[in-house]
């Protein structure tokens, strides 16, 4: 079973390995204006010409979590937000649904999501979504020791080290916009 990681200091250093990474597998940089409903930036974004990220530490003096966000450049509307991979910088914090976890026998470091999508439309929600998934890729879905006798359960996104990690991304990435496209389209 994979291990969530609490510790501050390995969260800083695993979010820094996930940025370089994607950075690596993502070499186009663009400024791009970027956003969701009812609120839009310009901001850099790496880019491989179909998914797109953008990363900052957010929280004004006391910084709580990792933003990190991703698109597609071939959806109808390149510049809005498909998913959220947002890490806490430190302790469990269930609220943000990004998480980094460890297989004890590897040292893999694996990227999950919780399942908390948004979205501003009825519908797109974790309930939904977690429903959704667990029909469409159950294999994702895996167990993960919190600590403490306690554990949840959260889509694999992919290992750090896999060759896979960038198609694994994008087809998490994609996966989530089809989601919203059917719930919009009124297919689910």
Do not use: C
């Given at each position: 079973?994979?291990?969530?990681?609490?510790?501050?200091?390995?969260l800083?250093?695993?979010?820094?390995?996930?940025?370089?990474?994607?950075?690596?597998?993502?070499?186009?940089?663009?400024?791009?204006?970027?956003?969701?409903?009812?609120m839009?930036?310009?901001?850099?974004?790496?880019?491989n010409?179909?998914?797109?990220?953008?990363?900052?530490?957010?929280?004004?003096?006391n910084?709580?979590r990792?933003?990190?966000?991703?698109?597609l450049?071939?959806?109808d509307?390149?510049?809005?937000?498909?998913?959220?991979?947002?890490i806490?910088?430190?302790?469990?914090?269930?609220?943000?649904?990004?998480?980094?976890?460890?297989?004890?026998?590897?040292?893999?470091?694996?990227?999950?999501?919780?399942?908390?999508?948004?979205?501003?439309?009825?519908?797109?929600?974790k309930?939904?979504?977690?429903?959704?998934?667990?029909?469409?890729r159950?294999?994702?879905?895996v167990?993960?020791?919190?600590?403490?006798?306690?554990?949840?359960?959260?889509?694999?996104?992919?290992s750090?080290?896999?060759?896979?990690?960038?198609?694994?991304?994008?087809?998490?990435?994609?996966?989530?916009?089809?989601?919203?496209?059917?719930v919009?389209?009124?297919?689910?």
């Amino acid at each position: 079973m994979l291990q969530l990681i609490t510790d501050r200091d390995a969260l800083i250093e695993y979010q820094r390995d996930l940025r370089n990474l994607i950075y690596e597998l993502l070499p186009i940089k663009v400024k791009r204006k970027i956003g969701h409903l009812g609120m839009s930036y310009e901001v850099e974004v790496h880019s491989n010409g179909n998914l797109w990220y953008t990363t900052e530490l957010l929280g004004d003096r006391n910084p709580q979590r990792y933003w990190n966000a991703f698109g597609l450049e071939s959806s109808d509307n390149p510049s809005n937000i498909v998913v959220e991979i947002n890490i806490p910088i430190s302790r469990i914090y269930r609220r943000v649904s990004g998480i980094f976890a460890k297989e004890s026998k590897t040292n893999d470091i694996f990227l999950l999501h919780r399942g908390g999508i948004g979205g501003g439309r009825e519908g797109i929600g974790k309930r939904a979504f977690v429903a959704w998934y667990r029909r469409k890729r159950p294999p994702k879905w895996v167990e993960v020791d919190e600590g403490e006798g306690s554990s949840a359960y959260a889509v694999l996104v992919g290992s750090l080290t896999a060759e896979t990690f960038l198609e694994d991304l994008t087809s998490f990435v994609r996966d989530v916009f089809e989601f919203k496209r059917l719930v919009v389209s009124g297919d689910i």
